[in-house]
């Protein structure tokens, strides 16, 4: 009888710590890290809803005319630490500059041509580095 009291009881302080060290480790989280996006990061979206307002008046046969230096910055802005700038993303940057500086050069009847040569030039540009906006990136072509 001594024998299995003392075995219940054994049990039940070894149940009892365990359980204890259950809830050290539950109260134990994880550090919480906030995004931060990168400056080119940042910018491609700029060019994003800048494209997306452009996309906008020309379906309303507006022409726009201001290109917005800002974009120059492409060549400048620093990249996720994933990625690196290179001759490739070079020659791709400088296709999308000249692209979408055509846009304000066009007429009313090139603009649209122009603007879509523009939105390629971002896919093919992600197509060989980043591909995960191509989607949202498609929605911007006139069709």
Known sequence: MKNI???LLLFLLVS???TSQKDDKSEEKEELIMYVPSELTMLMEE?????ELIK???VKGEVPTQFP?????IHT?????????DTVFDILANNFIKSQQSIYKSTPKTVKGN???TINAC???HQNTCTGPIPRIKKLLIK
Not at 47 to 51: A, D, G, L, M, P
Not at 69 to 73: I, M, S, T, V
Not at 77 to 85: G, N
Request: charged residues 20%; aromatic residues 18%; glycine residues 0%.
């Open 5 to 7: 009291f003392f075995v």
């Open 16 to 18: 009892c710590n365990s």
């Open 47 to 51: 060019i994003y809803v800048t494209n």
């Open 56 to 58: 906008s008046q020309i």
């Open 69 to 73: 230096n800002n974009f120059l910055k």
């Open 77 to 85: 802005a620093k990249m996720t630490d994933r990625f690196e700038r």
């Open 115 to 117: 603007f879509n040569n």
């Open 123 to 125: 896919v093919a540009c």
